[in-house]
């Protein structure tokens, strides 16, 4: 399904307000990595957000993403009191690992054995 004009600037505003946020607290280094967040999708009636975080060289992200949904109330507590003006409801914070760097790390090693194996010369 599309997403409409609105879900679209409401994304947006809550991307940005969550990244200050997130420096802010402190929350964007994390077990000596970098947590950044790469992507936020509403639902049609934006009671929901769908945070996807991208976390880079954090040892345990699966122990990252507990931490951060363990402070979700004071992330949420802070996003009310800048977004108060521009939403009347604030959406209900879900937080998602974003798996796409590591599909991309994935891919460009497919690719690389798949020319070194070109390059070598065939057995005959």
Do not use: C, H
């Amino acid at each position: 399904m599309q997403e409409g004009k609105r879900q679209k600037q409401v994304a947006a505003v809550l991307q940005q307000e969550l990244n200050d946020i997130f420096m802010r607290l402190g929350m964007n280094m994390m077990d000596g990595g970098m947590v950044s967040i790469s992507a936020v999708k509403v639902t049609p009636d934006l009671l929901e957000a769908r945070i996807y975080l991208s976390l880079f060289q954090v040892p345990d992200p699966k122990e990252a993403l507990k931490k951060i949904e363990g402070r979700a109330w004071e992330v949420k507590r802070e996003l009310s009191d800048r977004v108060k003006t521009q939403l009347r409801r604030i959406p209900v914070l879900q937080f998602f690992l974003d798996d796409t760097l590591d599909y991309v790390f994935k891919m460009e090693e497919i690719f690389k054995q798949i020319k070194t194996d070109d390059d070598k010369p065939a057995e005959q």
